[in-house]
């Protein structure tokens, strides 16, 4: 297939799908940082726990190692389209609730450029947000507070990747992604023994920035069919910036206590380094050994 037909086709592709991503979690712990956290794996990584640092599939998209993406047969455009169900039990004490949630999780196009340039795309969640609990906490004059607390959202990410063999069997790549997406965070506190309005807060965060990371794979081949790859990848500390919404008030609207409107913030996004070491038998096996380290 010719590249500019290569072309006309990813970006069909990704207009039919809205360019959004359904992002759908229960976790109470979603509420902390960024969120739950997504590795930028597809269902072949994922089905070796997300492994892949190491591995050089060619008729699959690896973007854990933006480098892997030139190993892509020079007649292949690959498409892929992910969908996750994922169910939730979460227990405290007695109380136990089971949730399940189904999304499509991904979209994904890769072809090669030359016999030495490959390069992917791909649209899958980068975060995500979702949880509903409720606290009571006793003050020290008797009365009870009780705090409902809800969250929705979450982030995207677009990864563009591009690889490149530079000396036989040496491959270097590059990924560059745009992080996006809305988080809400709700608080209506609600104190049982005053007629007083009851007070909530509504937090949002609009995020939106990019980050970049530089990958390497060297495959030592045994023989034509066998072989051993060593791979590593390097991402640096980066910043994410977003516009941060706080309202603090009375549930009727009467009294306004706190209102920031798109207050600039910019969060850090950790340095991450990994190494790999791969294994494998043409179109047979393919095993991997994934160590990474990103100091949160």
């Known amino acids: 297939m010719r590249l500019k037909n290569k072309i006309i086709t990813i970006v069909l592709l990704f ?3 809205g360019i959004q991503a359904q992002l759908s979690t229960t976790s109470p712990y979603s509420r902390f940082g960024y969120g739950l956290l997504s590795e930028p794996s597809l269902a072949f990584s994922q089905g070796l726990s997300n492994t892949g640092i190491a591995l050089r599939p060619s008729n699959h998209l690896n973007f854990i190692n933006p480098a892997s993406l030139s190993s892509m047969d ?3 455009l690959i498409f892929e389209l992910g969908v996750k169900n994922q169910l939730t039990i979460i227990e405290e004490n007695s109380v136990k609730a089971t949730t399940s949630n189904s999304k499509m ?3 994904a196009v890769g072809f090669p450029v030359t016999r ?3 390069t992917g795309i ?3 969640p980068f975060s995500s947000l979702g949880y509903t609990f409720m606290q009571t906490t006793k003050l020290a004059d008797s009365s009870t507070v009780i705090s409902h607390n809800d969250g929705l959202g979450g982030s995207n990410q677009v990864i ?4 490149f063999k530079v000396l036989k069997g040496l491959s270097i790549g590059l990924k560059t992604a745009l992080v ?4 809400t965070f709700n608080t209506y506190n609600e104190l049982t023994t005053s007629l007083a309005d009851p007070t909530t807060r509504v937090q949002t965060i609009n995020m939106k920035g990019f980050y970049a990371q530089l990958g390497i794979q060297y495959e030592y081949k045994l023989n034509d069919k066998k072989s051993y790859i060593l791979g590593a990848t390097f991402q640096p500390k980066q910043k994410l910036k977003s516009k941060y919404t706080d309202i603090v008030g009375t549930s009727s609207g009467s009294s ?5 409107s798109d207050a600039v913030v910019k969060s850090d996004l950790p340095m991450k380094i990994g190494i790999g070491l791969g294994y494998n038998v043409k179109d047979k096996l393919q095993c991997g050994f994934d160590y990474s380290i990103q100091d949160w």
Do not use: D
């Open 105 to 107: 999780e991904y979209l």
């Open 160 to 163: 563009l990747a591009n690889s």
């Open 116 to 118: 030495w340039w490959g």
């Open 256 to 260: 306004i206590v706190q209102n920031i």
């Open 180 to 183: 996006f997406g809305q988080t």
């Open 15 to 17: 207009a039919v799908t």
């Open 122 to 124: 791909t649209m899958l």
């Open 74 to 76: 020079s007649a292949h």
